[in-house]
């Protein structure tokens, strides 16, 4: 939390643990649960220093299971973060993907912002917005310009 609020970032995002797909959903559950109270952790230090000037958003993990997303949806809702974003493994391919997040922004309150973290290609940017994401993140337009391309 210091370190985003010295670089002086817009909207910073709670510390969580990325799990890949590849994991069991006891492992994907205790990385949830753990990054709930770590969550938890960074609020409380956020609200200490916070000036205004800054806006935090809570993250949703829980990978592609439907009960532990919808549990981190609970959390994020509950929670006074400003913001969602919604993080972790979004699935083996991009159907999946889009099934996740689908899922995942139904589930979310539309009183507050929704952010996509790491998905940023140009078919996934137009099916995040019909599903409700705001703003992504992603290293693609970077990537992109690089090489001379634009977006």
């Known amino acids: 939390m210091t370190i985003q609020r010295q670089l002086g970032a817009d909207l910073i995002v709670v510390l969580d643990e990325c799990t890949p797909y590849h994991v069991d959903k006891k492992y994907t559950e205790q990385s949830m649960e753990m990054s709930h109270r770590w969550a938890l952790r960074c609020l409380s230090e956020f609200q200490k220093h916070d000036t205004g000037k800054q806006a935090l958003y809570g993250i949703i993990q829980g990978g592609v299971y439907t009960d532990l997303r919808q549990q981190a949806c609970d959390f994020v809702n509950d929670t006074p973060f400003f913001g969602h974003a919604?993080?972790?493994?979004?699935?083996?391919?991009?159907?999946?993907?889009?099934?996740?997040?689908?899922?995942?922004?139904?589930?979310?309150?539309?009183?507050?912002?929704?952010?996509?973290?790491?998905?940023?290609?140009?078919?996934?940017?137009?099916?995040?917005?019909?599903?409700?994401?705001?703003?992504?993140?992603?290293?693609?337009?970077?990537?992109?310009?690089?090489?001379?391309?634009?977006?």
Do not use: W
């Not at 099934?99 to 998905?119: A, K, Y």
């Not at 917005?129 to 705001?134: C, K, L, P, R, Y």
């Open 86 to 151: 919604i993080g972790g493994s979004l699935g083996a391919d991009k159907g999946q993907m889009y099934d996740v997040v689908s899922m995942t922004t139904e589930r979310l309150s539309r009183e507050r912002p929704i952010h996509l973290l790491g998905i940023g290609g140009i078919s996934d940017i137009f099916s995040g917005v019909e599903n409700g994401i705001d703003t992504f993140d992603c290293v693609h337009p970077t990537r992109l310009a690089r090489h001379g391309g634009a977006l």
